[in-house]
């Protein structure tokens, strides 16, 4: 069994920062991709960052510039540090990992953005 556990949501005003974390746990053999996706209020799901296990990232052109993902992969963990937050940041914020060749998800975490 595999679990994705994240931390690191709240409330900030707007132009601030906070940090998520993810901690992938559980029998792993193999943890490839690992990233963050949204989804806001009255919104579908998307693809905020993720990162291979090499250090390849990839970004929404809506947080370029503002969000950093990184990871390491003794810890089996991945960040993601925002900055420049915005009202339209707001959202639920869903840690995923490729792990073993299948798909992971965390329960959420909530980012509430104030203008």
């Known amino acids: 069994q595999v679990q994705l556990v994240e931390s690191g949501g709240g409330l900030v005003q707007a132009g601030g920062s906070l940090r998520l974390s993810c901690a992938a746990s559980?029998?792993?053999?193999?943890?490839?991709?690992m990233g963050w996706y949204r989804q806001g209020p009255g919104k579908q799901r998307e693809l905020v960052a993720s990162?291979?296990?090499?250090?390849?990232?990839n970004y929404a052109d809506s947080v370029k510039c503002r969000f950093t993902i990184s990871r390491d992969n003794a810890k089996n963990t991945v960040d993601l540090q925002m900055n420049g937050l915005k009202p339209e940041d707001t959202a639920v914020y869903y840690c995923?990992?490729?792990?073993?060749?299948?798909?992971?998800w965390g329960q959420g975490t909530q980012v509430t953005v104030s203008s």
């Open positions: 990162i291979t296990r090499g250090g390849s990232t």
């Open positions: 995923f990992a490729d792990v073993n060749r299948g798909d992971y």
């Open positions: 559980g029998s792993i053999f193999s943890l490839n991709t």
